[in-house]
């Protein structure tokens, strides 16, 4: 079981330092090894993704990733800024699948902007495809042309889905209904682009070979109410790249807690990048007080995901449920009445709670 660690740049070396020590502790046989990877990879290598941790990462069976990017990169070419590197880890491992848990637990209640009884116990699973849609059909730019009478500036971008690209996310989604409440909700915009009528008709298809589990489907607009209005109807929501993209965000932040949300993005044989679904904070990097949980409970997906260890993933998400119990709250989800710690303090809590 090898895998790739790659810390990245702010709170990221700081907050997988905690998954990582929660892996070890497990007493399961990994072998990790670390990378370079965003811009701390263009200021040591010259390149967001270096030919090193390339190697590194196509020869692991799950890469563990902390977080890119800062202000120091921004005005960078584009080809040396950090989410180059993030874009290229993803392309080249052909991760097709993003997978969001938004989980609120009982005892961060209030982080949410939602009054309680909305969200409490809320517990969803959005499923985004993530390699294909609006954001990488061609043709795309924005050029000179006459239109209207006018000599103009025109931009254009181009939405396309094949029927194999739709069957293989809305798979991802039925598998993961099995185990979970067994309902499966597909996003699309039917009613407007065609694109997303064969989504349907596809997502349809693929119900068939689910018989234990509900589909519905759900135009994008109502999708993104109703996650406000009443988000626990649902169990799993599919939908494409630009869809989920959307809507993936404005779920995690039912929640509240940004430093809470893991991530996993997994190829076709369920090889797989985890990541915290938050950034690399600038603003509070090398301070020792980001949240780690996102992270370790990142880790928790990939044991789930990619090493089949359910009773594993289990045991770390019980211990994150632990030390949330008895009060220990990092600054971005700290309420009166909480006792406040640092990262490794936190670290050392889940730790002691495994
Ligand atoms: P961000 O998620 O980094 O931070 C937003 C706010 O949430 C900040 O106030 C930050 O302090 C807080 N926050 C985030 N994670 C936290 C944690 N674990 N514990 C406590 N507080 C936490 O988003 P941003 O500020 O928009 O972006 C900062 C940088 O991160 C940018 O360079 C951006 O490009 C990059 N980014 C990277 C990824 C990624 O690596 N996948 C994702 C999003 C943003």
């Known amino acids: 079981m090898k895998i790739c660690v790659l810390p990245g740049d702010g709170i990221g070396p700081e907050i997988t330092a905690e998954a990582v020590r929660v892996l070890k502790a497990l007493d399961l046989k990994f072998e990790m090894e670390e990378a370079l990877l ?142 979970r409440n067994k309902r499966v909700c597909s996003v699309d915009k039917m009613n407007v682009l065609e694109c997303t009528q064969l989504w349907r008709d596809v997502a349809t298809e693929v119900a068939e070979e689910y018989p234990d589990v509900e589909l519905s489907h759900m135009l994008v607009d109502n999708a993104a109410m109703q996650l406000v209005k009443n988000p626990k109807q649902f169990d799993v929501m599919v939908t494409g790249n630009m869809f989920g993209d959307i809507l993936s965000d404005e779920a995690s932040m039912l929640t509240g807690s940004i430093g809470m949300l893991p991530s996993a993005s997994l190829d076709e044989n369920n090889k797989g990048l985890y990541e915290p679904s938050h950034g690399s904070a600038p603003d509070i990097a090398g301070k020792g007080v980001a949240n780690p949980l996102a992270t370790i409970l990142s880790a928790a997906m990939m044991l789930r995901y990619t090493f089949n260890q359910e009773a594993a993933a289990q045991r770390i998400e019980g211990a994150v449920k632990k030390v949330l119990a008895q009060g220990l709250r990092t600054g971005d989800i700290y309420e009166p009445g909480t006792q406040k710690v640092g990262t490794k303090q936190m670290g050392d809590a889940v730790l002691a709670a495994l």
């Not at 993003?98 to 609120?104: D, G």
């Not at 990488?136 to 181009?158: A, L």
């Open 38 to 179: 965003g811009g701390c990879a263009v200021d040591a290598a010259g390149d967001p993704y270096p030919e090193a941790t390339q190697k590194l990462a196509l020869a692991a069976d799950a890469v563990l990733l902390g977080a890119v990017g800062g202000p120091q990169w921004d005005s960078n070419p584009r080809e040396l800024r950090p989410e180059r590197g993030l874009l290229g880890i993803r392309k080249q491992l052909g991760l097709f699948a993003n997978l969001r848990p938004a989980i609120l637990y009982p005892e961060l209640a209030n982080a949410s902007t939602l009054k309680p009884e909305v969200v409490a116990g809320l517990d969803i699973l959005i499923v985004r495809e993530l390699t294909g849609d609006i954001y990488f059909g061609q043709p795309r730019g924005i050029e000179m042309r006459d239109v209207d009478g006018k000599h103009q500036r025109f931009g254009f971008n181009t939405m396309h889905y094949t029927e194999s690209e739709i069957r293989r996310i809305v798979r991802v989604a039925f598998d993961a209904a099995t185990k």
